[in-house]
């Protein structure tokens, strides 16, 4: 059995490998959830360090940026992997890693859908949407800067959408269809006109889904 099926079916505590090959894991799902969902902010960017450039006044790459973002979702790779460790241990994950508690996975969703109602939710979520106000706030020179705003964008990203990502353990991490679902729905929240509207709608539908859940 390779150490990937070892970490997933929780037969025995993790080692280093196996928390390497989870962490691995998150990681490259988050980037290929999370990324797209950066466009509006990267490409605005990338029109700037452009029009710099033509004045002869070049900024940081924009890759420069952009691995700045990834470094804040490696980050939350890595908490999410001592999460996943946590409830692996304590028997709440199936071999798919889908909770095995109906309870457990109603309380996610009802957690998840009152955050979605929060201030701190909603002050994330405006400097997502917000690609000229987000870059005019929070502008730095140089490929430090260009980095830390990465990062910045990356923990308002977080900040808006951590435990979204928790639901996976709802819907199952190795579920493609459920991880492209909640990839869809943060990139709709973050671009269409009224996407902050229709997350506290949502948000309002997963309190009613996870309290239904509980009451049968």
Known sequence: M?????????????????????LAMWAVMMVAMMVPTAAPMTLMYAA????AAA???PLAPTFVFVAGYIAMWTIFSFVATIAQYALDRAALLSPMMVSRSAIFGAVLLIAAG????????????????APAHFLSSHWRTGNLGAFRMG??????CVGCCWILMGLLFVGGVM??????????????EKTIPFGDLSGR???????????LSLAL
């Open 2 to 22: 390779t150490p990937m099926m070892d970490a997933m079916t929780g037969m025995k505590p993790w080692t280093a490998t196996e928390f390497g090959l989870i």
């Open 48 to 51: 700037v360090a452009r029009k």
């Open 55 to 57: 004045q002869h006044n």
């Open 114 to 129: 009152i955050y979605q109602l929060t201030p701190l939710k909603n002050a994330c979520l405006r400097n997502c949407r």
């Open 151 to 156: 990062l910045r964008l990356g923990a308002y």
């Open 175 to 188: 579920n493609l269809l459920w991880i492209a679902a909640i990839a869809i729905f943060v990139l709709l």
């Open 201 to 211: 709608i949502a948000g309002l539908a997963m309190i009613l889904t996870g309290a």
